[in-house]
């Protein structure tokens, strides 16, 4: 079964700094790759995906991802956070064709204003 | 507007009783999903179904129960042989992987189960 590792479960930035979670995957075949993001309150929602493609995908808020198949990562990037980027983020994966999604651990991010 | 439903939003339970956990989505998914929310554990999937009539075992599934018997609907039951069911638990829906390869799954508001 594929496995995902999230570091630094906890992040404290101020706003205008740059982001970037890490995202890890174990599975050697062909993979979907997600990102989803808890803002306090609310529900699980997408960032972006990659299913294809441009290896660099882009999501909504001005987040983006690059897809490294060679390192099996899938890092997000913002270049300059908001107080309202405050929120839980996770990576998730799964192999092509079967939706059974390997979740993160999860990065708690605190946007300071 | 379409959507997943979870109900209630907080439930309280005394231990050694059964709960039932529903989830309604108005979206025509074909699959739908059960995922545990526990603090630094991310979501672990206990249970999902591709289609009516049919599911299968997630990661977790032990101590859980499920039924598909309609496509809008998917409930769960928290059984007493759930050694710690304190948790969050999300349910998500997607159209069928299989018929149109990966697509991102919906999720609903959750249900934060307490057990007394």
């Known amino acids: 079964a594929q496995s995902v590792s999230q570091h630094n479960h906890h992040v404290i930035l101020s706003e205008a700094a740059s982001l970037e979670l890490g995202c890890n995957y174990s599975?050697?075949?062909?993979?979907?790759l997600f990102w989803y993001v808890q803002y306090p309150g609310q529900h699980l929602q997408l960032l972006l995906k990659?299913?294809?493609?441009?290896?660099l995908v882009k999501g909504i808020k001005g987040f983006e991802a690059e897809f490294i198949k060679s390192k099996f990562s899938f890092n997000l990037r913002k270049p300059s956070v908001q107080w309202s980027d405050t929120a839980e983020y996770f990576c998730?994966?799964?192999?092509?064709?079967?939706?059974?999604?390997?979740f993160g651990k999860g990065n708690q991010v605190v946007v300071i204003p | 507007d379409g959507g997943i439903t979870q109900s209630p939003k907080y439930l309280f339970r005394k231990e050694g009783q059964n709960v039932t956990l529903s989830c309604e989505q108005n979206l025509n998914h074909d699959a739908m999903y059960w995922y545990r929310q526990d603090p630094g554990q991310g979501l672990r999937l206990i249970y999902y179904s591709q289609i009516v009539n049919d599911f299968q075992k997630g990661d977790i599934a032990e101590g859980y129960s499920v039924s598909r018997e309609k496509k809008e609907s998917f409930p769960l039951t928290v059984t007493s042989a759930q050694k710690n069911p304190t948790a969050f638990y999300l349910c998500a829906s997607s159209i069928d992987p299989r018929a149109a390869g990966n697509q991102p799954q919906h999720f609903g508001d959750g249900t934060r189960l307490s057990i007394l």
């Open positions: 990659y299913f294809s493609g441009d290896p």
């Open positions: 599975y050697g075949g062909t993979v979907n």
């Open positions: 998730a994966v799964t192999p092509y064709g079967n939706n059974r999604l390997a």
